[in-house]
Antibody, heavy 120, light 110 residues
Framework: QITLKESGPTLVKPTQTLTLTCTFS??????????VGWIRQPPGKALEWLALIYWDDDKRYSPSLKSRLTITKDTSKNQVVLTMTNLDPVDTATYYCAHRLPGRYSFDYWGQGTLVTVSS | QSALTQPASVSGSPGQSITISCTGT?????????VSWYQQHPGKAPKLMIYDVSNRPSGVSNRFSGSKSGNTASLTISGLQAEDEADYYC??????????FGTGTKVTVL
């Protein structure tokens, strides 16, 4: 059974750096074709894909946020970490991590999400 | 890369069929068979309903079906039920990045 759970701060000040951790179980990020992504959703708005890391450490980022994002994995801990720098109130959103359906461009398992508010 | 275009809302009565459209370009929806659909109930995480245009994951009702014509993909819900009331998002692989989501559609069961 695949599960994912996001953790991190709920409140961040503008210009600060956000670090979110996705802890998962039921699969290994060292298995071929496996990937974990991050998606966010501002309150009342649409989903926005942020980043993805593959089993082979290949990484993809949303072009509009690429300069501010870093995604890493710790296979031994079954964790994926997303770092976002220079936070702004517009970054207020629920942040989800999700398991990529192997070999497909879809996310078949999602975490419950964590709401991050950016405010002074 | 712009978001894929979906109607803001679609409604139908119980038992009816409804269709949600997802319009992109030849660089995303039209160029690849990698369109997915997600259902999201309020306060919940999205749930994968369709992948690769028309494939249903295990456990998803066969009342949900997907198709594509040109640059537009569609999700059809047949035999509409109260539990289908939710937000629906499409997504697609693109020539420049692996994922782009749609603007989202609110489905209301009358």
């Amino acid at each position: 059974q695949i599960t994912l759970k996001e953790s991190g701060p709920t409140l961040v000040k503008p210009t600060q750096t956000l670090t979110l951790t996705c802890t998962f179980s039921g699969f290994s990020l060292s298995t071929s074709r496996v990937g974990v992504g991050w998606i966010r959703q501002p309150p009342g708005k649409a989903l926005e894909w942020l980043a993805l890391i593959y089993w082979d450490d290949d990484k993809r980022y949303s072009p509009s946020l690429k300069s501010r994002l870093t995604i890493t994995k710790d296979t031994s801990k079954n964790q994926v970490v997303l770092t976002m720098t220079n936070l702004d109130p517009v970054d207020t959103a629920t942040y989800y991590c999700a398991h990529r359906l192997p070999g497909r461009y879809s996310f078949d398992y999602w975490g419950q999400g964590t709401l991050v508010t950016v405010s002074s | 890369q712009s978001a894929l275009t979906q109607p803001a809302s679609v409604s139908g009565s119980p038992g009816q069929s409804i269709t949600i459209s997802c319009t992109g370009t030849s660089s995303d929806v039209g160029g690849y068979n990698s369109v997915s659909w997600y259902q999201q109930h309020p306060g919940k995480a999205p749930k994968l309903m369709i992948y690769d245009v028309s494939n249903r994951p295990s456990g998803v009702s066969n009342r949900f079906s997907g198709s594509k014509s040109g640059n537009t993909a569609s999700l059809t819900i047949s035999g509409l039920q109260a539990e289908d009331e939710a937000d629906y998002y499409c997504s697609s692989y693109t020539s420049s990045l692996p994922y782009v989501f749609g603007t989202g559609t609110k489905v209301t069961v009358l």
